[in-house]
């Protein structure tokens, strides 16, 4: 590895809007996730394909996901140099309905291993 092949730039972080209030009581509407995330579908990362040729779909910055059986939406960092209001946006959703918020890293599912 050289050294310009390694990114000196730390990767965006990922912040989960989990469907919990602050005091354990289970966020309402049960589907505020799907909406939330549908709110923010129209940010994407450049190239990607916009407009009548765009298939529906979520950003890839704002995913609804259920971890652990708790309903989330996991927020890329990125979207804040993106759109900073709709980042703005999402965390301040989180703020005033008093949900549970946490950085982390969504680690992807790995294959299961052949039988020896």
Known sequence: MTAAS????????QI?????????????????AER????????RPEGVVQGRAAYIGYSPY???RVING??????NEALKSVEPM???????????????VAEAC???DTPASPPA
């Open 6 to 13: 390694v990114s000196t730039e730390p990767k965006p972080r």
């Open 16 to 32: 989960f809007i989990q469907g919990i209030t602050k005091d354990g009581r289970t966020f309402r509407p049960s589907d505020w």
């Open 36 to 43: 939330l995330a549908g709110a923010m579908s129209s940010f």
């Open 62 to 64: 704002c995913v609804p």
């Open 70 to 75: 708790v309903k989330c939406v996991i927020v």
């Open 86 to 100: 709709a980042w703005d946006f999402v965390m301040n959703f989180a703020r005033d309905n008093d949900l549970q």
């Open 106 to 108: 969504l680690v992807p």
